[in-house]
């Protein structure tokens, strides 16, 4: 049992002497990328842990708007769009929205809108309620409530 410590004691000598145990990584490999791996862990805050993505989980659709398969309201997400006009009367209430790329659209209730396949399910005086399903940490199929707001543009001024 000596005999196999004093051998183990041994090779981490040598290996230390040599400098394997100490050499520095080259740009290209492994041990490289793993520093890069400790400083983005290092960055690692509560703050921040919202926006990392969850890396057994297929990666959400961006809503940059290039995907001209998918109908104008559904390229872009929720945030983006920017509610102008509410319409109310005896039928329907709708709703005037601008897109990102300045293109007004007129929608009412049950109008597929967002990159989380959202339905406007309410429109109010000065706000319209969508709802999305997403998908939760546990893997259960949720519904959240996103509210547009109409944003007053004389308060941006003063």
Do not use: C, W
Request: aromatic share 2%.
């Amino acid at each position: 049992m000596e005999q196999v410590s004093e051998l183990l004691i041994g090779i981490v000598v040598l290996l230390a002497g040599i400098g394997i145990a100490q050499a520095q990584p080259t740009p290209g490999s492994t041990a490289a990328a793993s520093k890069g791996a400790e400083k983005e862990a290092a960055s690692f805050t509560i703050e921040n842990s919202l926006t990392i993505r969850d890396p057994f989980r297929k990666p959400l659709p961006q809503g940059n708007g290039n995907d001209l398969s998918v109908p104008e309201l559904e390229r872009f997400d929720l945030d983006k769009y920017k509610l102008v006009g509410v319409m109310t009367g005896p039928k329907k209430p709708k709703a005037l929205i601008v897109a990102p790329g300045g293109k007004m659209h007129i929608i009412d209730g049950n109008t597929r809108i967002g990159t989380r396949h959202g339905v406007v399910h309410q429109i109010m005086q000065g706000a319209i309620s969508v709802e999305e399903k997403v998908v939760n940490l546990l893997g259960q199929e949720e519904s959240i409530e996103t509210l547009i707001e109409m944003k007053d543009e004389n308060a941006k001024k003063e």
